[in-house]
């Protein structure tokens, strides 16, 4: 609103410089018997135009200066959101292949074997936690902002509304949801 406010104030003032320079030029008048008179009108100082411009030309200059630094600004911010949204679909395009850790370590009788699935399970959430993306916990109190109840069970010895089981690991990245954790809730 300002630049359309600073538009009209150099309007007004190039009109009115324009009305002064109207009266300064000689006027003609025609009497009765059609002779001309030429009369002059006093002449009025005009201020020197080019302080103004000048003045237009550093306003000018600081509002481009100033809409630079935000564009820069807001591209700086857009440029760290869209690779935080790349991570966060990189890291939801793996996370089925950790589910399968979980999946083999349950059918796993072996010790040896079992153990050194886990251990590769441990090296893979560690390096996850390292990046910023962290395990949400699947233990207590149901929380629809972390867990999706996937079943109920009424048979479980845990207080109506709490986890009974997890089904599928949820995580967090820098406070954001990337998947939630499915679970069994007692009914």
Do not use: C, W
């Amino acid at each position: 609103m300002n630049d359309e406010t600073e538009e009209k104030d150099n309007l007004t003032e190039q009109n009115e410089q324009f009305e002064q320079n109207e009266n300064i030029e000689e006027t003609t008048e025609t009497t009765d018997d059609n002779t001309e008179t030429n009369q002059t009108v006093e002449e009025q100082p005009i201020p020197p135009p080019e302080e103004k411009v000048e003045t237009n030309y550093l306003n000018d200059l600081l509002r481009v200066q100033a809409e630079f630094d935000n564009y820069r600004k807001r591209m700086v911010t857009a440029l760290g959101d869209a690779r935080q949204d790349g991570f966060m679909d990189a890291i939801t395009q793996f996370l089925p292949a950790l589910d399968s850790f979980k999946m083999a370590a349950d059918m796993i009788t072996d010790k040896n074997t079992l153990m050194g699935i886990k251990f590769i399970e441990k090296g893979i959430l560690d390096t996850l936690s390292k990046m910023g993306v962290e395990v949400i916990d699947a233990t207590g109190k149901f929380d629809p902002n972390l867990h999706q109840a996937i079943d109920t069970d009424s048979t479980a010895d845990v207080e109506s509304g709490y986890i009974v089981k997890e089904a599928y690991k949820g995580f967090t990245y820098k406070g954001k949801v990337i998947r939630y954790s499915q679970v069994i809730v007692k009914q």
